[in-house]
Each structure stands twice: as C-alpha cells, then as structure tokens.
C-alpha cells in the first residue's frame, strides 16, 4: 500500500504571496490532519477533515485554511504569507481512530 | 507550563545502553503517542496507547494513566535509533505535541 504523499516536498515563496500544499493519504484512510512544525513552536496541529469536512481546528489565523475532496486528498492554503510560516508542514492520514500515518513533509520558506 | 513535558531533552548513548524517554501531560486525554523523526523530517508512528503496556522489537512503551505519565524504552540501543522522539497526547481529537527527546548513539 502506497503512504501519505505530500507534494511539492520543498518550496521559496515571499512575503505576501500565498502557497497551496497538497496531500494524498493512504487508500481507505479518510481523516486527513495537518501540523506545523518550526524550531522555536515544534509541532503544532492545524486542522482535520473527515469526509470532506473539518472536524478539528488548531490556534492558527484565519489566514490557514484547508480543504478536503471526496477523494480524500487535501490542500492547506496559507494566505498573505509571514516569516514566521516558514516552517515543515505535515500531513497525516488514519482510517477512524487508529494510529495516524505521517508523510514526508513540505518544506516551507518565506523570504 | 507545556501540557506536555518530555524528558530528557537531549541524550546520549553507547551501541547496546538501555535507554528510557519520559513523558508527562496534564490534560485529558483519549490516547498517548510515542512518534520518530529522524533528520530530513518524516516522522514515523511507533506506538499508540492508551493502557498498560505495547513492545515492538527493542521497543517497549508504557502508560500510567492516573500518573499522567507513560515512558518509551529501547532495549539494547543502536546507532540507528538516532532520531527525535515526540510524544503526543490526543486531547479532544487533536494532538498535543511534547518538544521531542534527541537521541544520539554512538557506535
């Protein structure tokens, strides 16, 4: 069975700009989270979708936001991008309640 | 105060030491994981928990839930085990994360 795929695994925006990160979980997993991970902050939940639904929301501005198609696939937007939103995104896949299955990561830096 | 609090925040170790992680929370919480990032980033689940006790190969994690504590071991260490080890709590659906435990072996 194929893992959790992320793509693009790197990517240099600027300030400003905004960024759209995609994620493919495992076949038959349809909870799909997102997590932050800086040095200063470690990591830090996002969100989750469920059924292309979000189930869950972390502490973030309104500025990050996701969704979910019926594929199960998922895309976290960022908005008018900061700094400090440089950072390893990661997403992770699980069927229900079982454990969560991580991808690789993209990594994120503003300049 | 971090809900969760992992200790220590940096180890070091000879090829073959016992070596124990711990973790501390103080939310409620549904299920306990012990996770490893290894450099490059990707992360790895190693167990979830939410009871007692669960043993992967060298690896043994164990949970007291009226302690709020649970600990990672890894028996007979290797140099492969170098990594990042985070422990996350699921509170309310979410994750909490601890600020992870550098584990270095050296052959």
């Known amino acids: 069975k194929a893992g959790v795929t992320q793509t693009p695994r790197y990517l240099i925006k600027t300030r400003g700009q905004q960024v759209t990160l995609s994620c493919s979980p495992i076949?038959?997993?349809?909870?799909v989270s997102w997590y932050q991970q800086t040095p200063g902050q470690g990591l830090q939940f996002l969100f989750e979708?469920?059924?292309?639904?979000?189930?869950n929301k972390g502490n973030f501005p309104g500025r990050f936001s996701g969704r979910q198609f019926s594929n199960s696939r998922s895309e976290m937007n960022v908005s008018t991008l900061e700094l400090g939103d440089s950072a390893l995104y990661l997403c992770?896949?699980?069927?229900?309640?079982?454990?969560?299955?991580f991808g690789p990561g993209t990594r994120l830096t503003v300049l | 105060k971090n809900e969760v609090e992992q200790s220590p925040q940096n180890l070091t170790a000879q090829e073959g030491e016992f070596i124990t992680i711990n973790c501390s929370y103080s939310?409620?919480?549904?299920?306990l994981h012990w996770l490893q990032q290894h450099p490059g980033g990707g992360i790895v689940s190693l167990f979830m928990l939410s009871s007692g006790k669960k043993k992967h190969g060298r690896l043994i994690a164990t949970i007291n839930i009226q302690e709020k504590h649970s600990s990672l071991h890894i028996t007979a260490s290797h140099p492969r085990d170098s990594a990042v080890y985070i422990c996350?709590?699921?509170?309310?659906?979410?994750?909490?994360f601890g600020t992870g435990t550098r584990l270095q072996v050296f052959p």
């Open positions: 076949s038959g997993h349809r909870s």
């Open positions: 939310v409620g919480i549904s299920a």
């Open positions: 979708y469920f059924s292309e639904t979000q189930r």
């Open positions: 996350a709590v699921l509170n309310t659906d979410k994750l909490i």
């Open positions: 992770a896949s699980r069927r229900s309640t079982d454990t969560q299955y």
